[in-house]
């Protein structure tokens, strides 16, 4: 069994907060930790508890099965976390958002 890549964890969970727009004291706020920490566990000088894993995901409104995609053994399991990702943003769409959304996939398989 392979250890945890916290290092991978740690840039998943940069990489997501920067695509929502949010900063790192924000995050630290909302998951009761101090912005030091959040740096700490982006540049992979901290292991992220699960606890705090779980606080930060929700602040950032995305599943902790999302985040951990690539921690699976099995290759095939990763695309079922993003396709739960992808639900659980659909899931807040607007009507019109997610038919823009239909439309935009519709267009890239007819391009793959």
């Not at 740096?39 to 705090?52: A, D, F, M, Y």
């Not at 996939?105 to 007819?110: C, G, P, T, V």
């Amino acid at each position: 069994m392979k250890d945890i890549d916290f290092e991978k964890i740690g840039k998943k969970l940069r990489e997501t907060r920067i695509s929502k727009g949010l900063t790192q004291e924000y995050i630290a706020e909302k998951a009761d930790v101090n912005t030091s920490h959040i740096s700490n566990i982006e540049n992979n000088r901290v292991k992220i508890s699960l606890q705090t894993l779980v606080n930060v995901c929700n602040t950032m409104d995305v599943t902790v099965d999302y985040i951990l995609a690539d921690e699976y053994s099995k290759a095939s399991q990763a695309p079922d976390a993003l396709d739960h990702e992808l639900l659980h943003q659909l899931h807040s769409c607007s009507p019109n958002t997610k038919e823009c959304v239909l439309d935009i996939i519709k267009a890239l398989q007819k391009h793959s």
